[in-house]
Every structure is written in C-alpha cells, then in structure tokens.
C-alpha cells in the first residue's frame, strides 16, 4: 500500500508516518508534503496513492482546494485540529478523519475504515466517482464577512464584499476598497489570509490578496509570469510568479 502524507507540520507529519509503519508495515510512505501547491504538482507528476492523510489547513491554504486542480480517485482521511461539522459528510461517505493530536488507536480505526472503504468499492464500482463529486461540491468555510477598523476616532465595519483587495504598506496591513477608501489594520497578511474564503481571496504573493471581483485581466508577462490588472489602481505591478502561475488560472477558472 502506497500512503501520501499531506501535512505542513513537519513534526506531525513525522509521527504519522512513523505510526502507519508500525501499524503497517508493508505499506509504504511515497512522500510527505506541506502544501496545496506541492500536492497539486505530486499528484500530477505522480500515480495516485492508495490512500492519502491530509490535513485540513496546509501552510497557503485549506486543502480543499487541492480537489480543484487534481482528480483525486483514492480514499482520504483528514487530519485536523478542529472538530468542524462538515466532517461529518466525509465520515458518512466512507472517508474518516482524525482529530490531533492523534493516536495509535486513531489511525488503527482510520485504516479499519479504509478497508472497509475499499472493499464496498469494489462491490459499487460507481461509489468511486460519487466522492470525488462529494468532495469537490463540499462548501468550504464561507470567510469572513467584515472587518472592523478604526479611523478619525470611530470604528467602522467593513464588509469583506466592499474590499478590493489588501497589501502590505510600510510595514502595515490595509484594506482597499473598491470605492477606493484606505483602512488600516493590526493583523498579519498571514492571519488575514486564514481568515477569508479561498474562493474569494488570492494571495498573488506576499504584499497583496486580491477579491476575484476586483480582477480586470490577466496578462503574460517576462519569465513565465503572469501581469493582474485590478479595476481598482495598486500602488504597485501586481505579478504572479510562474511557480504559481497554473494555480492561480485554475483558481479563476473554479469559481
């Protein structure tokens, strides 16, 4: 048995690899990732696993995503820290989840299941497509829907909606809005990032994260890149470097 880890906790990711080995020993662990970007390069360069541990939150982004780009056709159990309802739906369709941290007894449970798993595949040859589908149609968590600020002395609620994108200026996150009004913020891009829909938001790289309603175009640019045009003028050229180039397209194609 082939196993793919997807985990950006290099600790954890250890320690479930170490488990599996003991629990089976003929299986055999082909890589451990900590990203979507990688796991969409990995399942597209590589055969499909037999089975895959993937944790929820990757370092750029939920999981989830990763269904979008890459036809996934084995079982998944899910790893995560957080007990979230939608997990019920995976557990119903046959696909188990492990809550962290995690125990020997978890995954004895989560390969019990999986075998399980494969042999009513193999009774219901059309269940295969059934979760992919499930999978792919799962709503992921909505985001957030406002921000509150501060300026000239009062706090004022921003609807995420109304926000054009962020970008880092002098050291400091900000809020554009699409009526071009500037607010700024005490939170990290990064804890922002987590914070809204990965459906709405991009993180083009590190100084901004743009709305997909706030997108004009898109451009070719020098070296594989790619050029964002906005309807609501950056202070700065927005560019896509190319090792992120075929994500951000499928992203804009996904909607």
């Known amino acids: 048995m082939n196993v793919l880890i997807i985990e950006d906790e290099i600790k954890a990711a250890g320690s479930l690899a170490a488990l599996i080995m003991k629990i089976r020993p003929e299986a055999k662990v082909v890589a451990q990732l900590q990203s979507v970007t990688s796991s969409i390069k990995y399942l597209t360069e590589n055969e499909q696993p037999d089975l895959i541990f993937m944790d929820i939150q990757l370092?750029?982004?939920?999981?989830?995503?990763?269904?979008?780009?890459?036809?996934?056709?084995?079982?998944v159990v899910f790893c995560t820290a957080f007990d979230?309802?939608?997990?019920?739906?995976?557990?119903?369709?046959?696909?188990?989840?492990?809550?962290?941290?995690?125990?020997?007894?978890?995954?004895?449970?989560?390969?019990?299941?999986?075998?399980?798993?494969?042999?009513?595949?193999?009774?219901?040859?059309?269940?295969?497509?059934?979760?992919?589908?499930?999978?792919?149609?799962?709503?992921?968590?909505?985001?957030?829907?406002?921000f509150l600020v501060f300026r000239q002395n009062k706090y004022i609620n921003i609807?995420?909606?109304?926000?054009?994108?962020?970008?880092?200026?002098?050291?400091?996150?900000?809020?554009?809005?699409?009526?071009?009004?500037?607010?700024m913020l005490n939170q990290s891009l990064d804890q922002i990032h987590a914070m809204l829909s990965p459906d709405q938001f991009f993180r083009l790289n590190r100084q901004y994260l743009v709305n997909f309603a706030a997108i004009k175009d898109v451009e070719h640019y020098f070296a594989r890149k790619l050029l964002v045009n906005l309807l609501v003028p950056a202070p700065d050229k927005l560019l896509v470097n190319k090792e992120k180039v075929q994500i951000f397209l499928s992203w804009l194609e996904n909607r």
Request: charged share 25%; with cysteine; glycine share 2%.
């Open 59 to 75: 370092s750029d982004g939920l999981s989830f995503n990763i269904f979008k780009s890459v036809k996934i056709s084995c079982p």
């Open 159 to 183: 609807p995420t909606d109304s926000i054009a994108f962020f970008y880092i200026k002098h050291e400091t996150t900000v809020i554009k809005t699409f009526d071009q009004q500037e607010y």
């Open 84 to 146: 979230d309802y939608t997990l019920d739906a995976f557990k119903a369709n046959g696909v188990d989840y492990v809550l962290k941290p995690f125990s020997k007894d978890d995954i004895i449970s989560a390969f019990k299941k999986v075998d399980e798993l494969k042999n009513f595949f193999q009774q219901n040859a059309n269940s295969v497509p059934q979760l992919n589908d499930l999978l792919t149609k799962i709503n992921t968590p909505a985001g957030k829907k406002n």
